[in-house]
């Protein structure tokens, strides 16, 4: 029990922000909520014994995308008044029932199976962590990575053609 | 390369009962806090000294004395001016957002402090009646990684400071900071890498050990381009001369601390200092060696010397700039990071890849 703590502290703490996040009227809010949100998803990577992929989450997540998203929010002066839910209300049923029984199936699954061990992997220990994650990218995974980083370019290139399409002129 | 305190520490726990483990355990612990109180104190008391010391070179440069009232050549000016700032009134804008408002210079100066918890400050460790204290309070294996993540999340504290002040200087300077934090940590994270292809270690302290044994061992040497690239985002990322559009006065008053006065002026004034030696260690870390003496058979000088002296060039350096450089347009800042910073650092990642692939076989 007293080693589950810590699990508990991050998974609860990352929980209620998830909740916060869309519970809030303010958008500076949930942003904030948010942050909180992926401070303590990295704690959860700590306690998993991989610090890379919690650096890496605070670094990327907290660090570049949600300062970007908070930028957005500032510069549109969003104020949220309108009601919660506005025409998705069907979807967000059938969306959370559908989200709800795929965990329901998964608690259900480990309740009837073996337990999946909460230590890492036994292979990890032998090299670090980062050059665990890098060898296994660079080799197993290099096909799925390497599509992954064209979707991010054809999103790029979408973009620019998007915000210069209009005029059809640059600005140089 | 293993320490020595862990060395005897793990020794002790394989051959020791349960009742030894507990003490050991707990001169850790005390060891742990010993450390962590001395970096603490020793940092806060450098930041306050950093300011006195600001405006000493900045008098200098300018033919001038600088503070001489307070104390003997003016020493005592940091705790007057620490005095003055407490003593202040906090004033909140009628329409400010009070709680964020409030918090905003905490979310700034935490980042800048917790980042000292992986920095190495010398060498050896030393024990004192089986309690170890080690000169850095974490050797993380990721230990770059979490300063950059660290100097990242500050950039919170400037955002929502400017924001809940609910002025238009604020949220401008604001909004110039994160944008300018942005694309420089990008730059700063990119220079990194090289001296990570170099050493093979995200720890700190494994990139000192990989530098030992005489300045040439340096990676200043074979990373220049990175080093180079990493003092100016560095210095941009503290918002300081040429950099420091986000506070511009000319134009902006003060940027995101406009509406800020008294403690929590001093907080975000302080998260600067910070942030400035954290680069400065850092710098000294990655490119200078850290701890290491120029010279081998310079050793006789405590490491912990070497290091604060490399930390105090690299201050001196802010200083000098600001007394130098006058500030850049904005346009000119984001294309110089975007389009000059971030190729080159580019090109070195490639060039440090292929050249550390050919001579290693």
């Known amino acids: 029990m007293i080693q589950q703590l810590p699990f508990i502290y991050f998974g609860g703490m990352a929980l209620v922000c998830a909740i916060l996040v869309v519970v809030s009227r303010i958008a500076i809010y949930s942003a904030m909520a948010l942050l909180g949100m992926f401070v303590h998803v990295a704690g959860l990577f700590i306690l998993l014994d991989a610090p890379f992929l919690a650096g890496v989450q605070l670094l990327v997540y907290a660090g570049a995308i949600l300062v970007l998203y908070l930028f957005v929010v500032m510069l549109l002066n ?60 660079y080799t197993q995974y290099l096909f799925p990575f390497e599509v992954a980083s064209v979707v991010l370019l054809i999103a790029l290139v979408g973009a620019i053609v998007m915000a210069r399409g209009r005029g059809g002129v640059s600005q140089g | 390369m293993v320490r020595k305190g862990a060395i005897c520490a793990e020794g002790i726990v394989d051959n020791a009962d349960v009742n030894e483990k507990g003490w050991v355990l707990i001169n850790d612990l005390i060891g742990a806090l010993v450390v962590m109180l001395g970096v603490l104190f020793v940092v806060l008391t450098m930041i306050a000294y950093l300011t006195y010391l600001e405006r000493k070179v900045l008098g200098f440069m300018q033919d001038r004395l600088g503070p001489m009232e307070v104390g003997p050549w003016g020493l005592l000016q940091p705790l007057a001016d620490g005095i003055k700032l407490l003593s202040k009134e906090d004033i909140i804008p009628s329409e400010a957002n009070r709680a964020i408002f409030r918090i905003a210079p905490v979310i700034s100066l935490v980042p800048a402090i917790l980042a000292f918890s992986v920095i190495p400050f010398g060498h050896d460790s030393f024990g004192f009646q089986g309690v170890t204290l080690h000169p850095y309070i974490a050797d993380v294996n990721v230990g770059i990684l979490v300063i950059l993540a660290l100097s990242s999340i500050g950039a919170y504290g400037i955002l929502l400071g400017g924001w809940a002040s609910n002025s238009k200087y604020s949220i401008l ?67 300081r001369t040429p950099f420091d559009l986000p506070e511009a006065e000319s134009e902006l008053v003060a940027g995101f601390f406009t509406e800020y006065s008294g403690m929590r002026f001093s907080l975000y004034y302080l998260a600067e200092y910070a942030n400035m030696i954290i680069v400065s260690s850092v710098a000294t870390i990655l490119f200078l060696g850290g701890w290491n003496p120029p010279l081998p058979s310079l050793g006789f000088i405590p490491p912990v010397i070497w290091f604060l002296l490399k930390v105090y060039f690299f201050l001196f350096f802010f200083f000098w700039i600001r007394a130098t450089l006058p500030r850049l347009r904005y346009d000119q800042l984001m294309r110089f990071g975007w389009k000059i910073m971030l190729p080159v650092s580019f090109a070195n990642i490639i060039v440090t890849g292929i050249a550390a692939y050919f001579l290693e076989r």
């Open chain 2, 173 to 239: 300077g604001a909004l110039r900071s994160a944008a300018q934090v942005i694309s420089y940590e990008l730059t700063a994270g990119m220079s990194v890498i090289g001296v990570l292809i170099l050493s093979g270690s995200m720890s700190l302290v494994k990139i000192e050990d990989a530098q030992s044994g005489g300045f040439w061992h340096w990676y200043i040497f074979p990373q220049i381009v990175a080093f180079v690239i990493y003092l100016i985002s560095g210095i941009a990322e503290t918002n």
């Open chain 1, 78 to 137: 969003v104020h949220g008044r309108g009601p919660i839910l506005q025409r998705q209300t069907p979807w967000a049923i059938i969306l959370t029932l559908l989200a709800a029984g795929e965990m329901g199936y998964l608690v259900l699954k480990s309740h009837f199976y073996p337990k999946l061990p909460a230590i890492p992997h036994p292979s990890v220990p032998t090299l670090g962590n980062t050059e665990t994650i890098g060898m296994v990218l």
